[in-house]
């Protein structure tokens, strides 16, 4: 069973930085997409990014610049840097088995709990 474990939020100063992990347990990384998602209170669900085993990354606008995605092994990280008040969200990995990438959401097959990121002073 494919299961995608996020870790490494909290509360952070603007200007600041925090790295998120997504762990992938159960999973062969042959073809695959991983992206990373987050949601605002009161907003609908936004890709940000997302890396394939075939075609690149994907960076959205919104983080270009500042967000980047990675992978080491079995883990997937999202380095965030001059985070904004406006990048608090819970935080989101989801993977689906097909190369392509894409930010749209209903793409993703299997997605992690979530963690909660607070950009404030």
């Known amino acids: 069973q494919v299961q995608l474990v996020e870790s490494g939020g909290g509360l952070v100063q603007p200007g600041g930085s925090l790295r998120l992990s997504c762990v992938v347990s159960?999973?062969?990384?042959?073809?695959?997409?991983i992206g990373w998602f987050r949601q605002a209170p009161g907003k609908e669900r936004e890709g940000i990014l997302c890396?394939?085993?075939?075609?690149g990354s994907i960076v959205s606008d919104s983080v270009k610049g500042r967000f980047t995605i990675s992978r080491a092994e079995n883990t997937v990280y999202l380095q965030m840097n001059s985070l904004k008040p406006e990048d608090t969200a819970v935080y989101y990995c989801?993977?689906?088995?097909?190369?392509?990438?894409?930010?749209?959401?209903?793409?993703?097959?299997?997605w992690g709990q979530g963690t909660q990121v607070t950009v404030s002073s």
């Open positions: 989801a993977l689906k088995v097909n190369p392509r990438s894409t930010l749209n959401e209903f793409s993703y097959d299997i």
């Open positions: 890396i394939s085993s075939s075609d």
């Open positions: 159960g999973f062969i990384w042959d073809h695959y997409t």
